[in-house]
């Protein structure tokens, strides 16, 4: 799945995200703990995973996507 995901940063977290207000609430919290993520709108690696919900967070160096509740868990536990 990793091979799948090309980005501009070698940044461990990649946040799928269309801007919705789930998104943005995700994001806050990202930023209030200042873990470096980026963002990304391409929904195609969500898809070919059938993931169907956004935000999703997506962590390289476990190869694991975290839903809403998941990510903000992960966030809260940082």
């Known amino acids: 799945m990793t091979d799948t995901i090309k980005t501009n940063t070698d940044s461990d ?17 990202l930023d209030s703990k200042n873990i470096k993520y980026e963002v990304t709108d391409n929904l195609e690696p969500l898809v070919e995973n059938h993931i169907m919900s956004i935000p999703v967070l997506y962590q390289r160096s476990e190869d694991k996507y975290m839903t809403f509740a998941d990510a903000v868990a992960f966030v809260n536990n940082y």
């Open 13 to 29: 977290l990649i946040l799928f995200s269309t801007g919705c207000p789930k998104c943005t609430i995700l994001k806050k919290k």
